[in-house]
T-cell receptor
């Protein structure tokens, strides 16, 4: 119930391609869904986030698509660049002001030049 | 200032040592967090402080002792650690309450227990 399932575990994309990472959840009490980007040896940094009352959010080359009925959300990286190579974590937060984030297991993205 | 700072960057300690990790933020956040992250795994929540009071302890062994001296500082005191405690320890902070969701992470302290 508290899990967020993330796939794929790793992803290799050519420069200029589209990277797609998917997450699914069971608990309908989640109401905030962020994506974090983490480079080796660094802390995670918030990339983009969405609430379930919105089906899509775009910030630059990064887009979150959200399907409330399917309880799924995904990150799309358009025109992927080698600098996007990092580990991406989806996460979810319970409604009601809970401070706890539930993370997916992560996806290691490699963008080849 | 939108930064969470952590010291030291790296720490090597023996199993009988006592050491402390420090975290600082000046964003006015009243929630602060300690996470543990093993290689190729997501961050794992350890403790949450809200308004300088411990609000979440995720059943962490007592060899880890958190402390929040004021609204800007968070410490993690370490004693009698085991080699399996070697990991990246991340501090994070956020606003509290409804609608306050973004957690800002520090760069972490890479801990090695010999």
């Amino acid at each position: 119930q508290q899990q967020v399932k993330q796939s794929p575990q790793s992803l290799i994309v050519q420069k200029g391609g589209i990277s797609i990472i998917n997450c699914a959840y069971e608990n309908t009490a989640f109401d905030y869904f962020p994506w974090y980007q983490q480079f080796p040896g660094k802390g995670p940094a918030l990339l983009i986030a969405i609430r379930p009352d919105v089906s899509e959010k775009k910030e630059g080359r990064f887009t979150i698509s959200f399907n409330k009925s399917a309880k799924q959300f995904s990150l799309h990286i358009m025109d992927s660049q080698p600098g996007d190579s990092a580990t991406y974590f989806c996460a979810a937060k319970l409604q009601g002001g809970s401070e706890k984030l539930v993370f997916g297991k992560g996806t290691k993205l490699t963008v080849n030049p | 200032d939108t930064e969470v700072t952590q010291t030291p960057k790296h720490l090597v300690m023996g199993m009988t040592n006592k050491k402390s990790l420090k975290c600082e933020q000046h964003m006015g956040h009243r929630a602060m967090y300690w996470y543990k992250q093993k290689a190729k795994k997501p961050p794992e929540l350890m403790f949450v402080y809200s308004y300088e009071k411990l609000s979440i302890n995720e059943s962490v062994p007592s060899r880890f002792s958190p402390e929040c001296p004021n609204s800007s500082l968070l410490n993690l005191h370490l004693h009698a650690l085991q080699p399996e405690d070697s990991a990246l320890y991340l501090c994070a902070s956020s606003h509290t309450g409804l609608g306050s969701n973004e957690q800002f992470f520090g760069p972490g302290t890479r801990l090695t227990v010999l």
